[in-house]
């Protein structure tokens, strides 16, 4: 089984700065993408921003220019840098790891973490 943690969501002020993490542990072969996703109340989940194993990254256009996804491979982590934040950048944020599982099967997974809550006051 992997396990995703992750840790630091917050209440801010609008213009303010946050860094969201994501560890993902357990019986890990490979880690591909990973990336974070929000859901606004009463929205679908949609894509915040992802990064490859080779460090290619894609980012929503409502985050461009002020969001930057990174991942540590050593650490199995996955991180959010949100600056500039805004009022409707307000949602739970989840991370997504996607690799494959060591021993004994080296079955791929697809993995989320519990969310972080944002809130960006105006």
């Known amino acids: 089984q992997v396990q995703l943690v992750e840790s630091g969501g917050g209440l801010v002020q609008a213009g303010e700065s946050l860094r969201l993490s994501c560890a993902a542990s357990g019986s890990i072969f490979r880690i591909n993408a990973m990336g974070w996703y929000r859901q606004a109340p009463g929205k679908q989940r949609v894509l915040v921003a992802t990064?490859?194993?080779?460090?290619?990254?894609n980012y929503a256009d409502s985050v461009k220019g002020r969001f930057t996804v990174s991942r540590d491979n050593a650490k199995n982590t996955v991180y959010l840098q949100m600056n500039s934040l805004k009022p409707e950048d307000t949602a739970v944020y989840y991370c997504?790891?996607?690799?494959?599982?060591?021993?004994?099967?080296?079955?791929?997974?697809?993995?989320w973490g519990q969310g972080t809550q944002v809130t960006v006051s105006s």
């Open positions: 997504n790891v996607q690799g494959f599982r060591g021993i004994p099967d080296f079955s791929p997974f697809d993995s």
């Open positions: 990064i490859t194993k080779d460090s290619n990254t």
